[in-house]
């Protein structure tokens, strides 16, 4: 054995633990807790600091003062829980989070839990928010412990033996320990249930409870669940908020705080909200939002510089069992061991009036150019603090044939529009057909079914096509034989005239799904393939549908190929990957618009009832389109969305329409477009789609007249 004391002489006996270092940890935790408030400590000399690009310096509470009431209930002992829920930029996690861990390491330690909706989330609220406010407050920075295990990324120690945990919603953050204060940052943005356990508001509490009136939970977030009421729904009580689920719905079960600033003028007190917000029009969205005001309920004109003075003397007011209004102190305010706020856009300190309208009015536009909800909702959740109203959820319900039917516009099939820019075809696998529905797109991608028909025969190239008897050998079989899938090549060659008769255009792309019965995917590759050395791949494109409400409306993506257990590498196909719940969403709103216009999809007259039935064959829930009924064809829905994905893989919705791409051009220069040697006069109503009723309506030609010349006029103006 090595005599490690002949080499290194004799070794020390290992360091004792003294007591006097063992008092000094101990003795922050010995002194009855500072009787002072978050919002107290955190602007008193030696709280808060804070070192911020534009600031730095002490916390003031006067930068956001609808805050420090909130802020306050931290420390209560009449209320185990306090909820918040506001717009971003109101200063609501620093005030009731980074304030609230500040205070308890100074004034009150004791082990805490900061929960965030995931753990990427966790890790960058310990990272950028979390590790500065330690940084920049010597109260709190002195009190961090030293030492191996003190200062990680999730677990922090300070003096007085507190220790603070930085997780996120499993259950395993939320359970079996108790804890003193539990707080939730973002609420809206955790799930509903924690791994079937139930809600993170009931199991965080859960672990204050141990610590009876001391145990305080506190959640803040702003609204992220979709107002589920109906559109007549009215508040049974004068703060009462819609039904949506997420923290709104708690905030119902609590006091309901409301914040009320006092007019200026006429004195009168109202509540800040984004509808006392007006404007005048302007020519463009930020010219407009300069022009913002608000109104008070007795008419007063209240300019953006009043804000700050409004804030600082705002009141929040809280329902009393009655319905009526007191302040928290009062004692005839809802009984409930829950104090609840929610403020509104206009109060936030750091987000002024004109850009809350600025953005607004952009995502507004937008929702009416595409129909993509997405960014609507973003500024209504985010920047007002409002929960959403899905604007398709009620069309979704209300989508009957009889609606279209009475919508339908009395325009020829099988020719284009005047004003076409471009056409598309979309197609769908059935194990005996193909179905195909071809769209002629106008400005501002105003959209016109203009044929929609079966191809039930193989072309005459296929194994076993032809006919004996003038009967065909067999029906189309895509899913059995590649060569089927050629006779698509002549759908993408087929020109429709334009109204007019100079000019006759070829679909600019074809779409078509790659999934269906067994077999249809492989040979829906071969064809993508065969059309890519034929010079198509522009031209052609394969799509798959994913579901959910939040899925992206559509991406090109090249897919992966998996070999063995382990190894993927990248596969030579690109496919069109729809969000098919969003897209259906916007297909819906489309079908419903009443008046020509950007992003409006008009349907003949002359449709057949299966393809309006088609049409309206699911139903819109709060999870997303589900069938009305099992088995029920839905093909003129599908086929809508397809071409609706690939109009935004071609990058049709960011189109300078004064300065097209040629492919989108007027019909005189487009790319796609043909002359016709003779012009050709508007053909009958006669043709019509399968499951129509042949035959020309005596009136058919000056009611397509009729309404084209409407249409030109509207697009005069």
């Not at 003028?265 to 020519?283: G, Q």
């Not at 007259?605 to 099992?630: I, Q, Y």
Request: glycine content about 8%.
């Amino acid at each position: 054995m090595l005599d490690i004391e002949r080499f290194l002489g004799p070794l020390p006996n290992p360091a004792f633990a003294r007591f006097e270092d063992i008092l000094a940890e101990a003795l922050p935790s010995l002194p009855a807790p500072r009787r002072i408030s978050v919002p107290d400590w955190a602007a008193a000399p030696g709280g808060r600091e804070l070192s911020l690009p534009t600031y730095s310096g002490p916390w003031r509470n006067e930068d956001a003062p609808y805050m420090v009431e909130p802020a306050r209930m931290g420390t209560s002992r009449r209320y185990s829980a306090v909820v918040f829920v506001g717009p971003a930029r109101t200063i609501k996690t620093d005030a009731l989070v980074l304030n609230t861990f500040g205070h308890r390491v100074c004034c009150m330690p004791r082990n805490m839990l900061i929960v965030c909706p995931t753990k990427d989330m966790a890790r960058e609220f310990s990272i950028t928010k979390l590790d500065p406010m330690i940084r920049a407050t010597p109260a709190v920075r002195s009190r961090q412990a030293r030492g191996r295990g003190a200062d990680n990324l999730h677990d922090k120690k300070f003096a007085g033996n507190m220790r603070l945990r930085i997780g996120w919603p499993v259950i395993g953050q939320v359970s079996m320990v108790d804890i003193p204060d539990v707080v939730v940052t973002d609420y809206d943005r955790c799930p509903d249930d924690i791994d079937g356990e139930g809600s993170l508001f009931d199991l965080a509490r859960k672990r204050t409870q141990s610590f009876g009136s001391l145990g305080i939970m506190i959640a803040e977030s702003s609204p992220g669940r979709v107002v589920e009421a109906d559109d007549d729904w009215q508040p049974s009580s004068p703060h009462e908020a819609p039904p949506c689920g997420g923290l709104l719905s708690i905030y119902n079960t609590g006091t309901r705080g409301q914040i009320y600033w006092t007019c200026p003028h006429c004195k009168t007190l109202f509540r800040p909200r984004f509808d006392t917000l007006k404007w005048d029009k302007k020519a463009s969205n930020g010219e407009t939002a300069k022009t913002v005001y608000m109104l008070c309920p007795s008419g007063c004109v209240i300019g953006p510089d009043r804000k700050r003075a409004l804030n600082a003397g705002g009141i929040w007011l809280h329902e009393t069992a009655d319905g009526g209004l007191v302040e928290i102190d009062d004692s005839k305010v809802r009984d409930t061991d829950t104090v609840s706020y929610w403020g509104e856009g206009p109060i936030a300190a750091l987000q002024p009036w004109d850009q809350l309208v600025q953005r607004f009015l952009d995502a507004t536009d937008e929702f009416r150019r595409t129909g993509d909800e997405v960014r609507l909702k973003s500024t209504i959740t985010l920047d007002q603090g409002r929960p959403y109203r899905a604007k398709v959820r009620t069309v979704g319900e209300g989508l009957s044939p009889e609606v279209l039917k009475a919508l339908a516009k009395p325009y020829p099939m099988r020719v284009c529009p005047a004003d076409t820019r471009f056409t598309t075809i979309a197609v769908d696998v059935q194990p005996n057909r193909f179905v195909v529905q071809v769209d002629a797109w106008c400005r501002d991608l105003e959209r016109f079914l203009i044929d929609r028909y079966d191809i039930a025969l193989p072309p005459p190239s296929a194994p076993g096509a032809g006919e004996i008897d003038g009967q065909p050998l067999r029906a189309i079989d895509p899913p059995r034989y590649a060569e089927d899938w050629d006779v698509l090549f002549d759908a993408l060659n087929r020109r429709y005239p334009v109204e007019g008769g100079a000019f006759e255009m070829q679909p600019a792309a074809l779409i078509v799904d790659s999934h269906g019965a067994e077999g249809t995917t492989g040979n829906a590759y071969a064809f993508w393939r065969k059309a890519r050395k034929k010079g198509l791949a522009k031209r052609v494109f394969l799509q798959r549908g994913r579901g959910g409400v939040e899925r992206e409306r559509a991406t090109y993506k090249q897919l992966e190929r998996v070999e063995g257990k382990k190894r993927a590498r990248r596969s030579d196909i690109f496919v069109i990957e729809s969000g098919t719940d969003p897209l259906k969403d916007e297909v819906a709103l489309a079908l419903t618009r009443r008046d020509p216009g950007p992003g409006a999809y008009h349907l003949p007259d002359t449709l057949g009832d299966t393809v309006f039935a088609e049409f309206c064959a699911e139903a819109r829930t709060p999870t997303g389109w589900v069938e009305k009924r099992a088995g029920a064809r839905n093909e003129a829905l599908d086929l809508a969305v397809y071409g609706k994905a690939l109009a935004i893989v071609l990058k049709a919705e960011k189109i300078d329409w004064d300065r097209p791409p040629a492919w989108a051009a007027e019909a005189s220069v487009n790319a796609n477009a043909f002359a016709i040697a003779e012009a050709r006069p508007l053909p009958t109503r006669r043709e019509t789609a399968p499951g129509g009723e042949a035959g020309e309506a005596p009136d058919g030609g000056a009611r397509n007249q009729k309404w084209l010349g409407e249409r030109k006029g509207w697009l005069k103006r």
